[in-house]
Nanobody
């Protein structure tokens, strides 16, 4: 299973970006897909997740600004990020869980300038 994330970039504060993640080599559905981020010198933290049943959860710092959703393609997920702040700057990682097995994609850099 490989997860491919895309959509990162440089944006000014207050702007928006949409991250995408798609899985290849996977036939069975994931139990959940999620987004983590890691800023320099900080631990990786959960940003948002969505389960196969549609349940979503967000970090307090992004509630009301970010939206996680499933893509039309099986085993894909989006992260819509609005009202971006400089503190959102980080490498964002797409992840997935299936039957207690954790999968990670490569990171995509998001940089928010003030």
């Amino acid at each position: 299973v490989q997860l491919q994330a895309s959509g990162g970039g440089l944006v000014q504060a207050g702007g928006s970006l949409r991250l995408s993640c798609a899985a290849s080599g996977s036939i069975s559905s994931f139990n959940a897909m999620d987004w983590y981020r890691q800023a320099p010198g900080k631990q990786r933290e959960l940003v948002a997740l969505i389960t196969s049943g549609g349940y979503t959860n967000y970090a307090d710092s992004v509630k009301g600004r970010f939206t996680v959703s499933r893509g039309n393609v099986k085993n894909s997920v989006y992260l819509q990020m609005n009202s971006l702040k400089p503190e959102d700057t980080a490498v964002y990682y797409c992840g997935a869980i299936r039957d207690l097995t954790r999968y990670w994609g490569q990171g995509t850099q998001v940089t928010v300038s003030s």
